[in-house]
């Protein structure tokens, strides 16, 4: 199936009646929700924790917009009734049921160079206006009920970051606006692929496609960030979404591998406080397991150097 020739299924949703008999719910509901939807929002910073075992200091808060109460049990009923069960093109990895990070990375596996990029403020870039087009121009709903489904799934103009219906809604966004990147990788052969608000493709001539999708994001209002930019070669170690892409597999990204070993060192030499051990331990254990999913191979000498020094 080729990213190129793709097509979502239309939802053609034209009465708001039909939409509120989709949704387990009557019209009245809807209207009301909808024009009362910013009251149920509780906006708050999101201080990042620091990962078990990692040296460097968390990142900056991030703003979450959070929608609560009816609002938030309405969107979900959106997404599992409407949004969830469009089957998206085979290059969209993130937020899409049966599909992981590990599969975005194996799609690019062997490649001899990798591109990443990352659209900078992705949510809030995702404007109501965008919104209500995939409602009604992707998805075919009639102009009243692309309407209502807009206000119950935007705050404040876009879409609002914590949303159960946010990261489907980018996806389709995204896919409605990269015509001219899907297109430029498949003249060069090239593999595409995206995780939300990470774009990657891979090939020989993966460089060239980098101008062509910053201008096909800026036409729409999405900006690029410079900063999280990434060209890797064939002299480069190449990562995305968290996997180390090996010559021949997927491998658990260095610096993920030596927080484990960290953390194991830490427990050897009694830098742990006993009451505390239970808890480290299980987080420990999660971590090992996380490597272990990527690749088995990387977590083995970890799984069994805490083994034997629990047993102790």
């Known amino acids: 199936m080729g990213t190129e020739l793709f097509t979502i299924r239309r939802l053609n949703i034209a009465h708001e009646k039909s939409l509120a008999l989709s949704l387990g719910c009557n019209v009245d509901e809807l209207e009301q929700l909808a024009e009362s939807a910013k009251s149920f929002y509780r906006p708050f910073e999101l201080i990042p924790k620091l990962r078990p075992f990692a040296k460097k200091p968390p990142k900056k808060p991030r703003p979450i ?9 309405m969107q979900e009923r959106i997404n599992k009734a409407l949004l969830e069960p469009i089957l998206m093109p085979e ?3 993130g937020a899409v049921k049966h599909r992981s990070i590990i599969g ?22 995702v404007t109501n206006a965008h919104v209500y087009r995939v409602w009604a121009n992707v998805l075919g709903c009639s102009p009243p009920v692309a309407s209502l ?4 799934t935007t705050y404040k103009r876009h879409l609002p970051q914590g949303a159960p219906t ?14 001219p990147i899907r297109e430029k990788c498949a003249d ?30 800026r036409v ?14 064939s002299g480069r170690t190449k990562t995305l979404t968290g996997t180390r892409l090996g010559r021949r597999s997927l491998r658990a990204p ?26 480290y331990c299980r987080k420990l254990r999660a971590l090992i397991m996380h490597i272990h999913r990527i690749c088995p191979k990387d977590s083995v000498w970890l799984e069994n150097k805490l083994s034997a020094l629990l047993q102790k």
């Open 65 to 73: 917009d959070k929608p609560t109460g009816k609002l938030k049990k």
């Open 91 to 93: 290059h969209v990895f």
């Open 104 to 125: 975005n990375a194996q799609r690019h596996q062997g490649a001899p160079v990798l591109v990443s990029l990352d659209i900078r403020q992705c949510f809030p870039s």
């Open 149 to 152: 489904l807009t206000k119950i």
């Open 166 to 179: 946010s990261p489907a809604l980018a996806n389709i966004f995204i896919w409605s606006v990269d015509g």
């Open 188 to 217: 060069l052969g090239a593999e595409y692929s995206t995780w939300i608000d990470d774009l990657a493709f891979s090939g020989y001539n993966a460089r060239e496609i980098i101008q062509i999708a910053v201008e096909a994001l």
């Open 220 to 233: 729409h209002g999405l900006r690029i960030s410079h900063k999280k930019t990434a060209i890797m070669g």
């Open 254 to 279: 260095k610096k993920i591998c030596d927080r484990a070993c960290s953390g194991i060192h830490k427990l050897e030499c009694g830098l742990v406080a006993e009451h505390e051990k239970d808890s």
